[in-house]
């Protein structure tokens, strides 16, 4: 997988950004490196096309290519340094435009407004627990995605990945084959308590 990661990298700075030969190296390269840990994904339900932002539940690095793989190429993630500064990843965050948060910053919601707002028209995935979760639940939410919600009137889409330990389990090394399954929900409606209704929502289908 890592292998491929880097192999990506260097074949994207090659390339015109955002070309048409860039946008195909991309999700080639994501779809390989799902596959290089032995996973094939399988989307239920319908994500739409007028989405702004998806609301998704984060196990593992190999969570962002599956979405990629069915969501396309005009998506932008929204990710923690420390993670995403490293390299190869690195290289692909600058060369793609992914956004980046640095959560010991207190100025860090003001970036993310400006970031998120510069990708108007494209989608923009958040992970709100702020952290891999490797418990086999939802975490709580962090306050910073309900915030951009409303703060920039975002059509949101809550999404859940499952199962995906039992595949790519990074914290033991360790991969088996099997069906990566990610089912997006209906859009939230925004009004009081959506946020919580939207935690408990994905908590609910996480288990079923």
Do not use: M, W, Y
């Given at each position: 997988m890592y292998i491929t990661i880097a192999t990506e990298?260097?074949?994207?700075?090659?390339?015109k950004q955002h070309g048409?030969?860039?946008?195909?190296l991309r999700r080639f390269?994501?779809?390989?490196?799902?596959?290089?840990?032995?996973?094939?994904?399988?989307l239920s339900g319908s994500i739409d096309?007028?989405?702004?932002?998806?609301?998704?539940?984060?196990?593992?690095m190999t969570d962002i290519f599956s979405l990629e793989e069915v969501v396309g190429n005009d998506v932008r993630f929204v990710g923690r340094t420390g993670i995403m500064d490293r390299w190869p990843v690195s290289r692909i965050v600058n060369l793609v435009g992914h956004i980046t948060v640095d959560q010991k910053d207190r100025r860090a919601i003001i970036k993310l407004l400006k970031?998120?707002?510069?990708?108007?028209?494209?989608?923009?995935i958040i992970f709100p627990e702020g952290t891999r979760s490797q418990t086999g639940k939802i975490e709580p939410f962090e306050p910073g995605t309900k915030i951009l919600v409303e703060k920039l009137k975002l059509k949101a889409?809550?999404?859940?990945?499952?199962?995906?330990l039992s595949i790519y389990n990074e914290s033991n090394k360790s991969a088996t084959?099997?069906?990566?399954?990610?089912e997006a929900l209906p859009p939230v409606n925004i009004q009081e308590g959506w946020y919580e209704k939207a935690h408990q929502d994905m908590s609910n289908a996480y288990q079923q």
């Open positions: 990298s260097v074949a994207l700075s090659l390339c048409k030969t860039f946008n195909r390269f994501s779809i390989r490196i799902v596959r290089s840990a032995g996973a094939r994904v399988n096309a007028d989405t702004d932002i998806l609301i998704v539940n984060h196990q593992s970031d998120v707002k510069v990708c108007k028209g494209k989608k923009v889409q809550p999404v859940v990945i499952k199962n995906i084959s099997g069906t990566i399954e990610i």
